[in-house]
Protein backbone atom coordinates (compact mmCIF):
# COMPACT_ATOMS: atom_id res chain seq x y z
CA UNK A 1 0.00 0.00 0.00
CA UNK A 2 1.29 2.96 -0.92
CA UNK A 3 1.29 5.50 2.22
CA UNK A 4 2.08 9.28 2.59
CA UNK A 5 4.60 9.32 5.24
CA UNK A 6 3.49 11.83 8.13
CA UNK A 7 5.47 14.84 7.96
CA UNK A 8 5.09 16.67 11.49
CA UNK A 9 5.02 20.21 9.34
CA UNK A 10 2.26 19.06 7.52
CA UNK A 11 0.06 22.08 6.63
CA UNK A 12 -3.52 22.31 8.02
CA UNK A 13 -4.60 22.89 4.39
CA UNK A 14 -3.24 20.34 2.18
CA UNK A 15 -4.10 23.50 -1.18
CA UNK A 16 -5.02 26.83 -0.03
CA UNK A 17 -5.80 29.67 -3.03
CA UNK A 18 -6.72 33.51 -2.58
CA UNK A 19 -8.61 35.17 -5.25
CA UNK A 20 -6.71 32.97 -7.81
CA UNK A 21 -7.77 34.37 -11.13
CA UNK A 22 -7.27 33.49 -14.84
CA UNK A 23 -8.08 35.16 -17.92
CA UNK A 24 -7.24 33.73 -20.90
CA UNK A 25 -6.68 36.44 -24.06
CA UNK A 26 -6.68 34.69 -27.75
CA UNK A 27 -7.89 35.87 -30.96
CA UNK A 28 -11.20 36.01 -30.41
CA UNK A 29 -11.06 37.86 -27.03
CA UNK A 30 -10.73 37.67 -23.10
CA UNK A 31 -12.49 34.80 -21.26
CA UNK A 32 -12.22 34.87 -17.36
CA UNK A 33 -12.09 32.03 -16.26
CA UNK A 34 -11.43 32.10 -12.60
CA UNK A 35 -13.31 35.26 -11.20
CA UNK A 36 -11.45 34.98 -7.52
CA UNK A 37 -11.29 31.65 -6.48
CA UNK A 38 -10.23 31.13 -2.73
CA UNK A 39 -10.73 27.95 -1.57
CA UNK A 40 -8.48 25.99 1.44
CA UNK A 41 -8.87 22.04 1.15
CA UNK A 42 -8.37 20.94 4.62
CA UNK A 43 -5.02 18.25 4.90
CA UNK A 44 -6.65 14.61 4.94
CA UNK A 45 -10.14 15.44 3.28
CA UNK A 46 -11.58 14.01 0.61
CA UNK A 47 -12.36 17.34 -1.75
CA UNK A 48 -15.19 17.33 -4.08
CA UNK A 49 -14.79 20.27 -6.77
CA UNK A 50 -18.00 20.49 -8.68
CA UNK A 51 -18.98 22.76 -11.14
CA UNK A 52 -21.05 22.23 -14.62
CA UNK A 53 -19.07 22.64 -17.89
CA UNK A 54 -16.60 25.52 -18.50
CA UNK A 55 -16.53 26.70 -15.02
CA UNK A 56 -13.28 26.62 -14.29
CA UNK A 57 -11.99 23.31 -12.83
CA UNK A 58 -9.39 22.72 -15.17
CA UNK A 59 -8.18 25.89 -15.04
CA UNK A 60 -7.87 25.93 -11.44
CA UNK A 61 -6.04 22.59 -11.21
CA UNK A 62 -3.65 22.87 -13.97
CA UNK A 63 -2.51 26.19 -11.92
CA UNK A 64 -1.72 24.04 -8.92
CA UNK A 65 -0.31 21.50 -10.60
CA UNK A 66 1.85 24.72 -12.33
CA UNK A 67 0.60 23.18 -16.13
CA UNK A 68 -1.02 26.92 -16.56
CA UNK A 69 -0.09 30.51 -15.77
CA UNK A 70 -2.77 32.34 -13.31
CA UNK A 71 -3.29 35.85 -13.80
CA UNK A 72 -3.39 36.82 -10.34
CA UNK A 73 -4.08 35.57 -6.79
CA UNK A 74 -2.10 33.50 -4.61
CA UNK A 75 -1.99 29.64 -4.19
CA UNK A 76 -0.26 27.66 -2.09
CA UNK A 77 0.31 23.40 -1.95
CA UNK A 78 1.57 21.71 1.83
CA UNK A 79 2.24 25.05 2.50
CA UNK A 80 4.68 26.03 -0.95
CA UNK A 81 3.56 29.02 -2.57
CA UNK A 82 3.44 28.24 -6.08
CA UNK A 83 4.95 31.67 -7.23
CA UNK A 84 7.84 31.09 -4.34
CA UNK A 85 8.34 27.62 -4.52
CA UNK A 86 7.10 25.64 -7.31
CA UNK A 87 9.16 22.71 -7.77
CA UNK A 88 8.14 22.17 -4.03
CA UNK A 89 4.23 22.85 -4.79
CA UNK A 90 5.18 20.80 -7.80
CA UNK A 91 7.04 17.85 -5.77
CA UNK A 92 3.31 18.06 -3.71
CA UNK A 93 1.17 17.53 -6.08
CA UNK A 94 -0.22 14.60 -8.42
CA UNK A 95 -2.97 15.02 -10.89
CA UNK A 96 -4.31 12.47 -12.55
CA UNK A 97 -5.64 14.51 -16.51
CA UNK A 98 -9.41 14.49 -18.12
CA UNK A 99 -7.52 12.80 -21.09
CA UNK A 100 -6.20 9.77 -21.80
CA UNK A 101 -2.82 11.01 -22.78
CA UNK A 102 -0.68 8.14 -22.79
CA UNK A 103 2.52 7.03 -25.25
CA UNK A 104 1.58 4.16 -26.75
CA UNK A 105 4.30 2.73 -26.98
CA UNK A 106 5.59 2.45 -23.73
CA UNK A 107 4.79 0.25 -21.00
CA UNK A 108 3.32 0.94 -18.17
CA UNK A 109 6.34 0.24 -16.11
CA UNK A 110 8.48 2.12 -18.37
CA UNK A 111 5.95 4.90 -18.26
CA UNK A 112 6.46 5.08 -14.54
CA UNK A 113 10.10 5.04 -14.13
CA UNK A 114 10.03 7.64 -16.63
CA UNK A 115 7.88 9.77 -15.08
CA UNK A 116 9.94 8.76 -11.48
CA UNK A 117 13.00 9.88 -13.38
CA UNK A 118 11.13 13.11 -14.09
CA UNK A 119 10.62 14.02 -10.96
CA UNK A 120 13.68 12.95 -9.77
CA UNK A 121 12.74 9.79 -7.68
CA UNK A 122 16.32 8.20 -6.89
CA UNK A 123 16.16 3.84 -8.47
CA UNK A 124 16.18 2.81 -5.04
CA UNK A 125 13.40 4.86 -3.74
CA UNK A 126 11.08 3.90 -6.54
CA UNK A 127 8.28 1.51 -6.27
CA UNK A 128 6.73 0.50 -9.37
CA UNK A 129 5.79 -3.01 -8.89
CA UNK A 130 4.51 -1.71 -5.85
CA UNK A 131 1.96 1.07 -7.59
CA UNK A 132 1.09 -1.80 -10.58
CA UNK A 133 0.34 -3.74 -7.67
CA UNK A 134 -2.01 -1.31 -6.25
CA UNK A 135 -3.91 0.08 -8.94
CA UNK A 136 -4.03 -3.54 -10.45
CA UNK A 137 -1.88 -3.56 -13.66
CA UNK A 138 1.12 -5.60 -12.17
CA UNK A 139 0.29 -8.69 -14.99
CA UNK A 140 0.50 -5.89 -17.45
CA UNK A 141 3.59 -4.41 -16.60
CA UNK A 142 5.27 -5.28 -19.55
CA UNK A 143 2.56 -4.53 -22.05
CA UNK A 144 2.25 -1.82 -24.52
CA UNK A 145 -0.08 1.06 -23.76
CA UNK A 146 -2.02 1.20 -26.86
CA UNK A 147 -3.17 -2.59 -25.81
CA UNK A 148 -4.59 -1.27 -22.32
CA UNK A 149 -8.14 -0.58 -22.23
CA UNK A 150 -9.86 2.87 -21.67
CA UNK A 151 -9.87 1.58 -17.67
CA UNK A 152 -6.40 0.01 -17.27
CA UNK A 153 -5.26 3.34 -19.09
CA UNK A 154 -7.02 5.32 -16.49
CA UNK A 155 -5.81 3.44 -13.40
CA UNK A 156 -1.88 4.09 -15.34
CA UNK A 157 -2.73 7.50 -15.01
CA UNK A 158 -3.67 7.46 -11.30
CA UNK A 159 -0.18 5.30 -11.37
CA UNK A 160 1.76 7.67 -12.45
CA UNK A 161 0.30 10.42 -10.52
CA UNK A 162 1.41 8.58 -7.95
CA UNK A 163 4.87 7.73 -8.26
CA UNK A 164 6.64 10.53 -6.17
CA UNK A 165 4.04 10.07 -3.45
CA UNK A 166 2.61 13.18 -3.47
CA UNK A 167 0.46 13.96 -0.35
CA UNK A 168 -2.09 15.14 -2.36
CA UNK A 169 -3.49 13.58 -5.56
CA UNK A 170 -5.81 15.39 -7.87
CA UNK A 171 -8.29 13.87 -9.93
CA UNK A 172 -9.69 15.43 -12.88
CA UNK A 173 -12.79 13.76 -13.87
CA UNK A 174 -11.64 9.93 -13.43
CA UNK A 175 -14.73 8.06 -13.79
CA UNK A 176 -15.47 9.82 -17.64
CA UNK A 177 -16.10 6.48 -19.92
CA UNK A 178 -14.92 4.15 -16.87
CA UNK A 179 -17.02 0.95 -16.24
CA UNK A 180 -19.09 0.55 -13.58
CA UNK A 181 -16.61 -1.82 -12.24
CA UNK A 182 -13.40 -0.34 -12.63
CA UNK A 183 -14.90 2.56 -11.14
CA UNK A 184 -15.35 0.79 -8.20
CA UNK A 185 -11.83 -0.75 -7.80
CA UNK A 186 -10.79 2.94 -8.78
CA UNK A 187 -12.70 4.20 -5.78
CA UNK A 188 -11.72 1.47 -3.56
CA UNK A 189 -7.97 2.00 -4.32
CA UNK A 190 -8.07 6.12 -4.20
CA UNK A 191 -10.01 5.75 -0.80
CA UNK A 192 -7.43 3.55 0.60
CA UNK A 193 -4.74 6.40 -0.37
CA UNK A 194 -7.21 9.07 1.42
CA UNK A 195 -7.31 6.57 4.66
CA UNK A 196 -3.62 6.27 4.28
CA UNK A 197 -3.48 10.02 4.84
CA UNK A 198 -3.33 11.46 0.71
CA UNK A 199 -5.41 14.13 0.40
CA UNK A 200 -7.54 13.93 -2.80
CA UNK A 201 -9.41 16.49 -4.92
CA UNK A 202 -11.72 15.18 -7.07
CA UNK A 203 -13.87 16.64 -10.16
CA UNK A 204 -16.89 14.48 -11.66
CA UNK A 205 -19.89 15.51 -13.13
CA UNK A 206 -21.14 11.88 -11.19
CA UNK A 207 -23.08 14.16 -8.00
CA UNK A 208 -23.84 10.77 -7.10
CA UNK A 209 -20.05 10.02 -6.99
CA UNK A 210 -18.61 13.15 -5.39
CA UNK A 211 -22.11 12.30 -2.61
CA UNK A 212 -20.40 8.88 -2.07
CA UNK A 213 -16.69 9.71 -1.61
CA UNK A 214 -16.23 13.00 -0.76
CA UNK A 215 -16.47 14.80 3.14
CA UNK A 216 -16.11 18.35 1.58
CA UNK A 217 -17.49 19.74 -1.75
CA UNK A 218 -17.02 23.09 -3.46
CA UNK A 219 -18.97 24.24 -6.41
CA UNK A 220 -18.28 26.53 -8.82
CA UNK A 221 -19.73 28.42 -11.47
CA UNK A 222 -18.46 31.18 -13.96
CA UNK A 223 -15.07 31.11 -12.35
CA UNK A 224 -16.63 31.83 -8.67
CA UNK A 225 -16.58 29.68 -5.71
CA UNK A 226 -21.09 29.34 -4.81
CA UNK A 227 -20.50 26.96 -1.98
CA UNK A 228 -17.66 25.18 -0.11
CA UNK A 229 -18.99 23.51 2.54
CA UNK A 230 -18.88 20.11 4.64
CA UNK A 231 -21.41 17.64 2.58
CA UNK A 232 -23.46 16.99 5.20
CA UNK A 233 -24.13 21.31 5.81
CA UNK A 234 -24.01 21.31 2.29
CA UNK A 235 -27.06 18.37 1.42
CA UNK A 236 -29.09 19.98 4.77
CA UNK A 237 -28.70 23.48 3.66
CA UNK A 238 -31.63 22.96 1.42
CA UNK A 239 -34.76 22.55 4.25
CA UNK A 240 -36.70 20.68 1.14
CA UNK A 241 -38.96 18.22 0.57
CA UNK A 242 -40.81 16.46 -1.72
CA UNK A 243 -44.59 14.94 -1.34
CA UNK A 244 -45.53 12.73 -4.20
CA UNK A 245 -48.70 11.68 -4.64
CA UNK A 246 -50.61 8.90 -6.67
CA UNK A 247 -54.17 10.04 -6.73
CA UNK A 248 -56.93 7.97 -8.02
CA UNK A 249 -59.06 8.98 -11.14
CA UNK A 250 -57.28 11.49 -13.74
CA UNK A 251 -55.70 14.93 -12.64
CA UNK A 252 -55.42 17.35 -15.01
CA UNK A 253 -55.48 20.64 -13.52
CA UNK A 254 -54.36 21.81 -9.46
CA UNK A 255 -57.52 22.07 -7.63
CA UNK A 256 -58.19 25.41 -6.05
CA UNK A 257 -57.71 24.13 -2.02
CA UNK A 258 -54.08 22.59 -3.16
CA UNK A 259 -53.08 25.95 -5.11
CA UNK A 260 -51.55 28.04 -2.07
CA UNK A 261 -49.05 24.84 -2.18
CA UNK A 262 -47.93 25.46 -5.60
CA UNK A 263 -47.83 21.63 -6.51
CA UNK A 264 -46.56 20.06 -9.94
CA UNK A 265 -48.40 17.92 -12.07
CA UNK A 266 -45.69 15.22 -13.56
CA UNK A 267 -46.45 13.82 -16.80
CA UNK A 268 -47.35 10.57 -15.12
CA UNK A 269 -50.03 12.16 -13.22
CA UNK A 270 -48.75 12.11 -10.12
CA UNK A 271 -48.73 15.29 -7.88
CA UNK A 272 -45.66 16.65 -6.16
CA UNK A 273 -45.87 19.29 -3.29
CA UNK A 274 -42.78 21.20 -2.07
CA UNK A 275 -42.51 21.96 1.29
CA UNK A 276 -40.06 22.92 4.47
CA UNK A 277 -40.43 20.19 6.94
CA UNK A 278 -38.95 22.64 9.37
CA UNK A 279 -42.21 24.94 8.62
CA UNK A 280 -44.82 22.70 7.55
CA UNK A 281 -45.97 19.28 9.32
CA UNK A 282 -46.91 16.79 6.26
CA UNK A 283 -49.92 16.07 7.45
CA UNK A 284 -50.95 20.05 6.93
CA UNK A 285 -50.15 18.63 2.64
CA UNK A 286 -52.33 15.86 3.55
CA UNK A 287 -55.48 17.79 5.18
CA UNK A 288 -55.46 20.01 2.20
CA UNK A 289 -55.32 17.27 -0.25
CA UNK A 290 -58.04 15.49 1.60
CA UNK A 291 -60.24 18.86 1.44
CA UNK A 292 -59.80 18.97 -2.73
CA UNK A 293 -61.78 15.99 -2.73
CA UNK A 294 -58.74 13.58 -3.67
CA UNK A 295 -58.21 9.70 -2.75
CA UNK A 296 -54.31 9.05 -1.81
CA UNK A 297 -53.53 5.85 -4.07
CA UNK A 298 -50.22 5.73 -2.64
CA UNK A 299 -47.28 8.71 -1.38
CA UNK A 300 -43.74 9.11 -1.23
CA UNK A 301 -41.44 11.28 0.06
CA UNK A 302 -38.01 12.97 -1.79
CA UNK A 303 -35.15 14.31 0.37
CA UNK A 304 -33.06 16.97 -1.60
CA UNK A 305 -29.81 15.65 -2.57
CA UNK A 306 -26.85 17.27 -4.21
CA UNK A 307 -28.02 17.18 -7.74
CA UNK A 308 -30.50 19.85 -6.37
CA UNK A 309 -28.59 21.77 -4.78
CA UNK A 310 -25.88 21.66 -7.56
CA UNK A 311 -28.81 23.20 -10.03
CA UNK A 312 -30.18 25.31 -7.44
CA UNK A 313 -26.42 26.95 -7.21
CA UNK A 314 -25.16 26.58 -10.37
CA UNK A 315 -28.55 27.57 -12.64
CA UNK A 316 -27.30 31.52 -12.76
CA UNK A 317 -26.94 33.21 -15.42
CA UNK A 318 -24.11 34.40 -16.96
CA UNK A 319 -22.79 37.49 -15.05
N1 LIG B 1 -6.46 27.68 -23.29
C1 LIG B 1 -7.60 28.34 -23.25
N2 LIG B 1 -7.82 29.43 -23.99
C2 LIG B 1 -8.96 30.12 -23.93
N3 LIG B 1 -10.00 29.79 -23.15
C3 LIG B 1 -9.86 28.70 -22.37
C4 LIG B 1 -8.67 27.91 -22.38
N4 LIG B 1 -8.83 26.89 -21.50
C5 LIG B 1 -10.07 27.03 -20.97
N5 LIG B 1 -10.70 28.12 -21.49
C6 LIG B 1 -12.04 28.62 -21.16
O1 LIG B 1 -12.06 28.91 -19.77
C7 LIG B 1 -13.29 28.48 -19.17
C8 LIG B 1 -13.00 27.48 -18.07
O2 LIG B 1 -12.52 26.26 -18.64
P1 LIG B 1 -12.11 25.00 -17.79
O3 LIG B 1 -11.60 23.97 -18.73
O4 LIG B 1 -11.24 25.41 -16.67
O5 LIG B 1 -13.52 24.55 -17.20
P2 LIG B 1 -13.98 23.18 -16.55
O6 LIG B 1 -14.84 23.56 -15.38
O7 LIG B 1 -12.80 22.33 -16.27
O8 LIG B 1 -14.86 22.53 -17.67
P3 LIG B 1 -14.92 21.01 -18.17
O9 LIG B 1 -15.60 20.28 -17.09
O10 LIG B 1 -15.71 21.12 -19.42
O11 LIG B 1 -13.50 20.59 -18.39
C9 LIG B 1 -14.13 27.91 -20.31
O12 LIG B 1 -14.98 28.91 -20.77
C10 LIG B 1 -13.09 27.56 -21.36
O13 LIG B 1 -13.66 27.64 -22.65
Not at 171 to 182: K, R, S, Y
Request: charged share 25%; proline share 7%; aromatic share 4%.
Amino acid sequence: MVQTPIDPNSPDNAIETRDLRKVYRGRRGTKVALDGVSLAVPRGSFFGLLGPNGAGKSTFINILAGLVIKSGGQACVWGRDIDRAPREAKAAIGVVPQELNLDPFFTPRELLEVQAGMYGVPKAERRTMEILEAVGLADKAEAYARTLSGGMRRRLLVAKAMVHNPPVLVLDEPTAGVDIELRQSLWAYVKQLNAAGTTIVLTTHYLEEAEELCDRIAIINHGRVVACEDKRTLLGRLDSKALVLAVTGPLETVPEALVPFAPEIRPDGRLVVRYKPSEMPVAAILDAVAAAGLRVADLSTEETDLEDIFLQLTSSRMP
